[in-house]
């Protein structure tokens, strides 16, 4: 196959669920090459095509190594490695929280820090999405299957509480910005009352939550200036204190600060090809 890197907009049933699919194909790298599976809002469902996934570090540290044609990864604070020599190809749907009840049949709690075969979540049509997306002809064909298939086990009606589906969009729209405090005093629930059951229902807490979304969006910030974008102003656009701050919170979520996760990942950082108007990509 060759490289590729191409995004598509979910049907219409799916993106109450999902944000984007990517569609991806790398090319056989050099020893030792690998990539971060970055901490991001959204938890990540892989469909892989030709070779299994071979992750050789999970954000759970007693996790061991392990090999998977369909993998289910809740939210995380730190990186996941994703061993690349004999190069990868796949679909990753990006997967928000509020939808883990409708899409996997259980909250995004029960899946924080986790990358399970996705046979352990969603039994066989894991294996079903895995086959079909396999035998799908090209990248257009691929993505259809996945919104035929995902469009049929959709439960629209298994979603969090209002209040959480509102604190967690008005986190994530805020870039991390919003606060703990601000949060449960616009949902009208205590704080503490609000950390259960984001717990529950997304898998991190406000605080950690907004953390993530800060980080994510310096990340994509940093990516899409094509590593050019200055750390001090990155630091003042995404709400950090200042670039030591900045730097300081890429270590402890990315695994190392972020002129060297741009070093190590550039290779990976090619521009996508949008196949149906999706609007961004995060990658895993």
């Known amino acids: 196959m060759d490289s590729a890197y191409v995004r598509w907009r979910p049907a219409p049933a799916v993106r109450p669920f999902a ?3 990517t569609g991806y194909a790398q090319p056989p790298m050099p ?5 971060r599976g970055l901490p991001s809002p959204y938890l990540t469902l892989i469909i892989t095509l030709d070779r299994p996934l071979r992750v050789t570090a999970h954000p759970d540290p007693a996790a061991p190594p392990g090999q998977y044609d369909t993998l289910i990864g809740g939210l995380h604070t730190t990186p996941a490695l994703i061993e690349q020599v004999g190069g990868s190809a796949g679909i990753q749907v990006a997967l928000s929280p509020l939808g883990a009840r409708a899409l996997l049949g259980l909250p995004a709690g029960e899946l924080a820090g986790a990358d399970l075969h996705g046979t352990d979540v969603l039994g066989p ?3 079903e999405l895995h086959e079909r997306v396999g035998l799908a002809a ?6 259809r299957v996945v919104d035929e298939l995902l469009t049929r086990r959709a439960v629209p009606g298994l979603l969090p509480a209002p209040e959480v589906a509102f604190a967690w969009r008005r986190l994530c729209a805020s870039g991390g910005s919003a606060g703990p405090a601000e949060l449960a005093g616009e949902t009208g629930w205590s704080g503490r009352y609000l950390a259960r059951r984001f717990a529950v229902e997304i898998g991190l807490s406000p605080k950690v ?8 969006r310096a990340r994509r910030l940093l990516q899409t200036s094509g590593g050019a974008h200055p750390l001090a102003g990155l630091a003042v656009a995404c709400g950090y204190y200042d670039q ?3 730097t300081r919170e890429f270590a402890a979520l990315a695994g190392l600060p972020p002129a060297r996760w741009w070093a190590e990942e550039f290779r ?3 521009s996508p090809v949008d196949l149906a108007g999706a609007e961004s990509a995060h990658e895993r």
């Open 125 to 127: 049509f894991a294996a």
């Open 209 to 216: 939550a907004g953390r993530v979304a800060r980080f994510d």
């Open 31 to 35: 020893a030792g090459a690998r990539h």
């Open 268 to 270: 990976n950082m090619q």
């Open 244 to 246: 030591a701050h900045l």
């Open 19 to 21: 944000a984007w699919y």
């Open 138 to 143: 090209d990248w257009p064909a691929r993505f």
